[in-house]
């Protein structure tokens, strides 16, 4: 059944895939490291699957003892490509927008590498949107970890809280969002196999069908609450 949700003080995002398409390059560099550690490359079932932690986190257990070897073959790639074929997706700068008009505080936190995310929002003319643009290795920890979270929302000096939406495509981002205690919001189809665990408050099927109730106005937007498991494309991760 729909109900009322006061809306929040502040927003995160996550970047990929809930705010920009920049999916082609991503697996394209990853490919490029995995084959010239002679490794298959990945399918985009397979990427989808697997690519959801940061790459400290993730690459030892796919390249082993070499994996900054791995890392850097990654990086020399994505940093030629990544800025290439970035898009907005559909709704993304007028959710921005609604919510600013709101007087709402937005931040991004993000496994992908800082000095990408940052240069990604400020290609698309973003930056001005957000307070803080967290990405990979900026805090102690990457997410799922609150680190990021509490540097994220600093510059407002707010807490992690009910009064924070965490918006975001993966298990990873309700993950996070539930371990802080903020409201967990899944933006598509859902990516992972954890929603079980950690399911989202409201689903939207992007982010142009959240903007819309936003933009009503009002202090509460109606939504559906999400009580069925997530359908997803995922069927295990590594």
């Keep these: 059944m729909p109900h009322s949700l006061t809306l929040p003080r502040a927003v995160l995002y996550d970047w990929d895939n809930t705010l920009v398409d920049n999916w082609g390059t991503v697996r394209a560099a990853l490919n490029h490291a995995l084959v010239s550690f002679d490794l298959p490359?990945?399918?985009?079932?397979?990427?989808?699957?697997?690519?959801?932690?940061?790459m400290r986190d993730s690459f030892?257990?796919?390249?082993?003892?070499?994996?900054?070897?791995?890392?850097?073959?990654?990086?020399?790639y994505f940093a030629e490509h990544h800025l290439d074929h970035l898009r907005p997706l559909p709704g993304a700068e007028s959710l921005l927008k609604t919510f600013g008009r709101r007087g709402i505080y937005q931040a991004v936190v993000s496994n992908k590498t800082g000095?990408?995310?940052?240069?990604?929002?400020?290609?698309?003319?973003?930056?001005?949107?957000?307070?803080?643009?967290?990405?990979?290795?900026?805090?102690?920890f990457d997410k799922p970890h609150g680190a990021p979270v509490t540097m994220a929302l600093e510059p407002a000096g707010l807490q992690p809280g009910p009064d924070v939406w965490f918006l975001g495509d993966a298990d990873i981002d309700m993950e996070c969002a539930h371990g802080a205690g903020m409201v967990p919001v899944l933006i598509g189809l859902g990516e992972g196999s954890g929603f079980d665990r950690f399911p989202p408050a409201h689903r939207h099927v992007d982010c142009e069908a959240l903007c819309g109730l936003v933009g009503e106005g009002g202090d509460t937007i109606s939504v559906q609450t999400v009580v069925e498991t997530v359908r997803t494309r995922a069927k295990s991760a590594p």
């Design 60 to 76: 030892p257990r796919i390249f082993g003892e070499r994996w900054t070897d791995a890392r850097d073959l990654f990086y020399a």
């Design 41 to 54: 490359p990945w399918s985009e079932e397979e990427a989808r699957i697997r690519i959801k932690q940061s």
């Design 115 to 140: 000095k990408f995310l940052r240069a990604e929002a400020d290609a698309l003319g973003w930056t001005h949107y957000f307070g803080k643009l967290v990405g990979s290795q900026d805090a102690p």
